[in-house]
């Protein structure tokens, strides 16, 4: 793939890059793979709680005493603002303030450390309507490789905007281990995550990705999710209901491991820890058959 983002242009190949017929996913430079931390990228519809889910897993990571790096890739650079207490330049940003000359740029230009050491990096992306999101997941992996920073890394969190809609927002697929899907226990939900399931095993065939498994979000039961679970070969990893702490802890800016005790939320976070536990041991590969859009149509719902 050739892009310039100065000018805004770029093509790609249609079907040499081995990701399917007719495929215009972006290919990344094999040498910038993520080869000395356990990756993972985070997907789910649009306003799901993808950041939240992001942010507090950094945290449960570092609590656990890893290294932990997560890396915003949405337009809007929100992913780590409850991290960090603010919005970050973006990884773009800071190169157009040295005209893409990366020797320029020193680490703390763009990687910025926030609540219990989590390093965090906000990719952004190109202008609306030009360019290609996967040449801005591209340049920040490549800048993080030239600073020699993933090799002080252990996890690598990618947090990913709404759904899979193009090979560009897949290409965090290409350097991940396992990915996971936020879900809420709804139609609209449940049929963006059958159709996320789809791109991920289009990844599989060419690259080490495996889905990891679905996270339930926001959600006072999982009876749907759990249905569909079994009909697909998925598994549920974890389920965070939906509680008004998680809410007051976007509007303070903070994670929820910050916020002031109780019950309720000591139960949260042990759910956070266990589910970092767990992805840390590892997780089986799953083999999903995901559905066509009719008949995952006709699948959720009531008679």
Excluded at 12 to 38: N, W
Excluded at 48 to 65: H, P, R
Aim: proline share 3%; aromatic share 8%; with cysteine.
């Amino acid at each position: 793939m050739t892009f310039d983002l100065k000018s805004g242009c770029n093509s790609c190949a249609s079907s040499g890059f081995g990701d399917g017929e007719g495929s215009v996913q972006v290919h990344l430079d094999p040498k910038m793979k993520i080869d000395t931390a356990k990756v993972f990228a985070v997907y789910g519809k649009g306003g799901i709680g993808k950041s939240t889910t992001s942010s507090n897993l950094s945290v449960a990571f570092s609590k656990l005493g890893k290294r932990v790096l997560q890396i915003g890739c949405d337009p809007k650079h929100d992913s780590t603002f409850t991290l960090t207490k603010k919005l970050m330049p973006t990884v773009i940003d800071v190169l157009k303030s040295v005209e893409f000359h990366t020797e320029e740029l020193r680490t703390e230009d763009f990687v910025f450390e926030g609540y219990n050491g989590v390093m965090c990096v906000e990719a952004g992306g190109p202008p609306a309507g030009t360019g290609c999101g996967g040449y801005v997941v591209g340049q920040t992996v490549k800048l993080l490789k030239e600073h020699h920073l993933l090799e002080d890394t252990d996890v690598v969190i990618f947090d990913v905007l709404g759904d899979v809609v193009c090979g560009g927002f897949a290409a965090p697929l290409q350097h991940a281990d396992r990915a996971l899907i936020v879900t809420a226990n709804d139609f609209d939900s449940i049929f963006a995550m059958n159709r996320i399931i789809a791109a991920i095993g289009a990844k599989a065939r060419n690259y080490n990705v495996r889905l990891g498994g679905a996270i339930a979000n926001r959600s006072a039961s999982t009876d749907e999710i759990d249905r569909f679970c079994d009909a697909t070969g998925l598994k549920r990893l974890a389920h965070f209901p939906d509680l008004d702490v998680i809410r007051k802890s976007r509007l303070k800016k903070s994670t929820l491991f910050e916020m002031e005790a109780s019950p309720e939320l000591e139960a949260v976070q042990a759910a956070y820890l266990e589910l970092a536990r767990t992805l840390w041991n590892g997780t089986d590969p799953l083999e999903i058959n995901s559905m066509e859009d009719r008949d995952i149509f006709d699948f959720l719902g009531f008679d």
